[in-house]
């Protein structure tokens, strides 16, 4: 069965630090991965989305970055956060292998920005 | 112009009861999905049922049944025998068309609190 993972699954930050957060899956190959953020009390908001290994494609310009270095692996980065960023990251899955398009989410993350 | 509108920001119901969670959705494109999400305190979104456009049955799942009605774009979420951990935030999501990414869009979530 396919499993995703995230981590850390929490994390404070002082503004201006760097950010790196890590999202993996296991049991599926080639799949689709996103990256979304959710604010307090809010929807979903999609950042990022990667239909393949270095494809990335972002949906809201901002202070934060993605890579896909590994099938399986998908990195969401900061060089500077900004007060702003703070929020509930959740990292996605989908496969056309799989119940074509469902997104499976993995725990997330909470980052706090000081 | 909202995609997906879910019109109760909260909703309270009494264990063992059924619930009806609203959504509605938006799209000119003859091939979509409907999924609906459940977010308990932890944070993690649960996918609980999917429904296709072009599906000619309701979708089901245990006790989550999705009332599909194409002409009025509605796509609700019926529980039933509601259980004290059923309480969490409920997301309706579309997906339009076949390709994948930006096309999946969220609702702003129904609070659900089961009461015992």
């Known amino acids: 069965s396919q499993t995703i993972h995230q981590w850390p699954a929490t994390l404070v930050q002082p503004v201006g630090s760097p950010l790196s957060l890590e999202c993996t899956v296991e049991g599926t190959s080639n799949p689709n991965l996103y990256w979304y953020r959710q604010a307090a009390g809010r929807g979903l908001q999609l950042l990022f989305y990667s239909v393949g290994i270095g494809q990335i494609s972002s949906e809201v310009p901002q202070n934060l970055s993605a890579s896909r270095p590994q099938d399986r692996q998908f990195i969401l980065s900061s060089k500077k956060l900004l007060l702003s960023d703070s929020g509930f990251y959740l990292c996605?899955?989908?496969?056309?292998?799989?119940?074509?398009?469902?997104?499976?989410f993995g725990p997330g993350t909470r980052l706090t920005v000081l | 112009a909202q995609k997906i509108t879910q019109t109760q920001p909260g909703m309270f119901v009494q264990e063992k009861e059924a619930v009806t969670l609203d959504c509605t959705y938006d799209t000119s494109d003859p091939s979509y999905g409907l999924f609906w999400y459940k977010q308990p305190s932890s944070g993690e979104m649960i996918f609980l049922i999917y429904?296709?456009?072009?599906?000619?049955q309701n979708a089901t799942e245990g006790r989550y049944s999705l009332n599909f009605q194409k002409a009025r774009k509605s796509a609700n979420l019926v529980i039933s025998a509601s259980q004290l951990g059923d309480s969490a935030m409920y997301f309706c999501a579309m997906r339009e068309g076949r390709i994948y990414g930006q096309n999946f869009v969220f609702g702003p979530g129904t609070r659900l609190s089961v009461l015992p």
């Open positions: 429904q296709g456009s072009y599906d000619q």
């Open positions: 996605a899955w989908s496969s056309e292998l799989v119940n074509t398009d469902t997104q499976y």
